[in-house]
């Protein structure tokens, strides 16, 4: 009958959108009402019956809760996908991960991870260069990219800012990157630093011999934003960094969707006020299979080992999201950032293996030589990796690594 969406016999179809839900019901709740009512809000139904409900409406776009486990507190639903308008992840969102976060039914909720079928899949284009095609424009074949975001965040004018991606470049690292809350202030406006940047790059890449990156902000409203990204494109940059989970699912789409040819760098700031709490929420992963679905090259996934809250299992599961075979869809290149250091490079590249970034901010500009020689000794950590030498033992010819290792060890920052 109408309103009853819980059908533990039902096999979900190829074409369905299944989603994994963790259901906390209020206090007076049962655990089979919250699951019925999770399924009920995010689909056809409302809270009381209604005239209006005709049955073939019912038989054809109801979902189905098909598994439940009180126990562990999971729900799976599975939601025909002609619930969905094609290629519009705004409006499924506001169906699976809409109104149900807010309902009284629920103590806590959380969405899981969204299983996407291929005919929901195919009209997204995914990312433009995904890792091979990164790997390409910088040519790095086969070890980790190693970045670095300028410090201090914000304060630096261009031509100092400049200067400290030159050292990083000179130093041996790959890519630049803005912070995520540099944008285009009065202090470092968005047009001069990047002319600068790019004439450092340039210098850089001569004086070197390798390609080199800079990921530029372009994070605004949403006019200014393509305003800028025109700037970055009629200068011949190849790469461009949005925060996405602050400008929304809607604009990182539209972006891809725009017809620009850049690298986009997907930061996550603000994630955590969706996904940290874990019981209620969005998980990271989930979040991640979107940005990747919605055409981000390079998206950040966690460390387990810097100052950031998720631990191993978390951040395997946000490496999975965006590497593993997915339909048409390209891998995004997972990037590890957040309280990084020469000495923590084995085990990132131990727990997420050879095709991450590994940004390092602090634990480059912080070395006691300053940028260049914290570059050196990021690069010289991978080097130590790849050839299977220790890094202690990797040092001793090393000057650049071993003062690295005299300031920050090999502990796992907290």
Not at 179 to 187: H, K, P, R, S, Y
Not at 251 to 274: C, L, T
Not at 321 to 339: E, L, Q, W
């Amino acid at each position: 009958m109408a309103g009853e969406y819980i059908d533990l016999t039902y096999e979900p179809k190829e074409s369905d959108v299944v989603v994994d839900f963790y259901v906390e019901p209020a206090e007076g709740e049962s655990f089979e009402s919250a699951a019925n009512k999770v399924a009920t809000e995010s689909s056809i139904g409302t809270w009381t019956d209604v005239k209006t409900m005709l049955p073939e409406i019912y038989e054809r776009l109801r979902p189905h809760v098909f598994e439940m486990d009180e126990e562990r507190g999971t729900v799976r639903i599975a939601y025909p996908s002609a619930l969905f308008e094609r290629g519009n992840m705004p409006g499924i969102l506001a169906s699976i991960a809409g109104n149900i976060f807010g309902m009284k039914a629920v103590k806590n909720l959380r969405l899981n991870w969204i299983e996407w079928p291929e005919e929901v899949v195919r009209e997204y284009k995914g990312p433009l260069y995904g890792i091979e095609g990164v790997r390409k424009v910088l040519g790095v074949e086969d070890r980790p990219l190693l970045g670095t975001i300028v410090k201090p965040k914000v304060g630096l004018p261009p031509e100092m800012f400049a200067d400290v991606a030159y050292s990083a470049w000179r130093g041996g690292l790959d890519i630049v990157k803005d912070d995520e809350n540099l944008v285009g202030q009065d202090f470092c406006s968005f047009e001069d630093r990047l002319y600068r940047v790019l004439e450092k790059k340039d210098l850089a890449e001569e004086e070197t011999g390798e390609s080199k990156g800079y990921m530029v902000n372009i994070t605004a409203p949403w006019d200014e934003m393509i305003k800028r990204a025109e700037m970055v494109d009629d200068a011949g940059n190849e790469y461009i960094m949005m925060d996405v989970v602050i400008l929304g699912f809607s604009a990182v789409q539209a972006f891809r969707n725009y017809g620009f040819e850049f690298i986009i760098h997907a930061h996550r700031a603000m994630h955590g006020a969706v996904t940290r709490n874990k019981k209620h929420g969005i998980s990271m992963a989930a979040l991640a299979r979107i940005y990747r679905m919605l055409g981000v090259d390079q998206l950040h996934v966690g460390t387990a080992v810097g100052k950031m809250v998720e631990g191993r299992e978390e951040v395997l599961k946000n490496v999975h999201a965006v590497r593993d075979p997915f339909y048409h869809i390209k891998p995004t290149f997972p990037v590890a950032s957040g309280g990084l250091h020469p000495g923590l490079v084995p085990d990132i590249v131990e727990i997420v293996g050879k095709d991450v970034i590994i940004q390092a901010g602090g634990g480059v500009h912080g070395h006691p030589d300053g940028t260049e020689a914290g570059a050196r000794a990021m690069r010289q950590a991978v080097e130590a990796v790849l050839e299977g030498v220790a890094l202690e033992d990797y040092a001793e010819d090393h000057p650049e690594l071993k003062k690295a290792l005299e300031k920050w060890g090999r502990m796992r920052t907290k």
